[in-house]
């Protein structure tokens, strides 16, 4: 069900009157069937393999033993449902996800005949694996109480706001707000509406137009070498509306059942380094490995050098969790060597700067920070712009062969033709001209969101009229609508 659809709209406003119809202690039921619904459309097959991982990790939660101070033999029972219980879960994921390439590289590097099989990947199977995984660790280490009510875990795992791309949710911060609905309040729903609305105006405003664009640099690469190096920037730009707008979207329906989810992004493209935007971007991708990757294995407790390995380590898996392409293997590892480096390097860069007479405080050091960081980050997208190594290496020799911005003007703006282009490149730099100003805002501490909620609400309406009624009258049309995140 795309988070654009009408269905979806049928299905948020029926569930939100049901919602607020029935007593408080039936309204995470309401939740569930919503999920149910939502959930169901992506046939036989997601369905079964989401049941199976919940009850799994229900049932060896549930069996796990909560042992004391020496007693060892609960603390090895207790060990036992963990192992099983993560070895099945990651079992599923793994082979639903990675038998095909899996088998295409030992075809590819081996000259094997194996026969790739067709296999359907479930819709989110990658988030919420992560998340009944991360519960199970939880329940283990004793930082949670144990679910009791299968149906209320299930709704932990299949909550619909979220099943599709995130945010990964912790079970203590999800889980009671799921069971024990807060009471209606009319200012969080003003809020979930607004932030409805500005994921709508960044997905269809934003991403979408980037998305003609880019699309058209990219399946033609040689006949724009003029602006093909543009085709990353674009990419970069329209990930982040793309993804962002989407999150912004579902975290906004969730408030709208008083359901307060994760944030997911913090303005990423005002990062100074790469560890900094990689701690504002997917951030509850990032809590999960920083919890269950990177401190079990030894965090920057062991010194410099274990530091840097054990980073490079918590990237390489994030390409691989990505998708199943050598591409997002590359980028993973790419990633994870520079920000290795950056860290092995880190006194020899505090020396230069020191030597330079650079501090943080200085604005031309920290927006030269800002570019070189947005320019290493764009570079690392080109793997998620291709899927093979031949197609990398011809987008990136366009991209230095020659330079003619003119070449966006004979790009087709969709349906409409090049007639149309102008005022489509027109709609997304107004677009973005809003996003980075919200971000800088916010940056520095000011929530628009916070402020317009003080207005008189007439104010209020007015301003949420603006935001949504260019959505419809601008948006590009006959593109698809999905969103990027939610096929990882």
Not at 181 to 209: E, Q
Not at 344 to 349: I, N, V
Not at 468 to 487: C, D, E, N, Q, S
């Amino acid at each position: 069900m795309d988070l654009t659809s009408n269905a979806l709209l049928i299905l948020v406003s029926a569930a939100l009157i049901v919602f607020y119809l029935v007593p408080r202690k039936f309204r995470w039921t309401v939740l569930l069937l919503a999920s149910i619904v939502y959930y169901a459309g992506y046939g036989i097959t997601a369905i079964s393999a989401l049941i199976f991982s919940a009850f799994l990790t229900f049932l060896c939660a549930y069996l796990m033993p909560v042992p004391k101070e020496g007693e060892e033999t609960k603390k090895t029972d207790a060990l036992f449902y963990l192992i099983v219980g993560l070895s099945l879960n990651l079992a599923m994921l793994l082979y639903l996800k990675y038998t095909g390439f899996l088998f295409d590289s030992l075809n590819r590097f081996f000259s094997m005949q194996l026969t790739i099989p067709d296999l359907l990947l479930p819709a989110g199977i990658s988030y919420y694996t992560l998340q009944t995984c991360g519960y199970l660790v939880d329940v283990y280490r004793g930082s949670c109480e144990k679910a009791t009510n299968p149906f209320q875990y299930l709704l932990f795992v299949l909550y619909f706001p979220q099943i599709a791309q995130g945010p990964i949710a912790r079970f203590p911060h999800l889980y009671p707000q799921l069971i024990e609905p807060k009471p209606f309040r009319f200012g969080r729903f003003k809020s979930g509406i607004v932030r409805i609305a500005y994921g709508l105006f960044k997905k269809m405003l934003l991403a979408d137009w980037l998305t003609v664009f880019r699309t058209a640099i990219f399946e033609e690469p040689e006949a724009y070498a003029g602006i093909t190096i543009f085709g990353v920037v674009l990419y970069s730009l329209e990930l982040y509306g793309n993804f962002s707008g989407g999150i912004d979207m579902m975290r906004g329906v969730s408030e709208l059942f008083g359901v307060i989810m994760d944030e997911n992004f913090e303005q990423p493209y005002l990062a100074t380094s790469t560890a900094n935007f990689w701690r504002r971007w997917h951030m509850s991708l990032g809590r999960f490995f920083r919890s269950y990757v990177y401190i079990p294995l030894g965090g920057n407790r062991k010194g410099t050098f274990r530091t840097a390995v054990n980073t490079f380590i918590v990237f390489f898996l994030s390409g691989i969790w990505h998708g199943a392409s050598w591409a997002y293997v590359v980028w993973g590892s790419f990633h994870g060597v520079i920000c290795a480096l950056g860290i092995l390097l880190a006194g020899l860069f505090a020396k230069m700067r020191t030597a330079l007479h650079m501090t943080e405080e200085n604005m031309f050091w920290r927006l030269f920070r800002m570019a070189r960081t947005f320019g290493i980050i764009s570079f690392g997208w080109y793997f998620f712009c291709v899927t093979t190594f031949e197609e990398f290496a011809l987008v990136l020799r366009c991209s230095v062969s020659s330079f003619n911005p003119s070449l966006f003007l004979e790009i087709p703006a969709g349906s409409l033709g090049t007639a149309y282009t102008p005022y489509a490149l027109m709609t997304a730099a107004v677009a973005l001209t809003v996003v980075i100003v919200v971000s800088v805002l916010r940056e520095h501490g000011i929530r628009l969101s916070f402020r317009i909620s003080k207005l008189p609400l007439t104010v209020q309406f007015l301003i949420l009229l603006v935001m949504v009624l260019p959505v419809p009258l601008l948006a590009p049309t006959g593109i698809a609508k999905g969103f990027i995140y939610a096929a990882f």
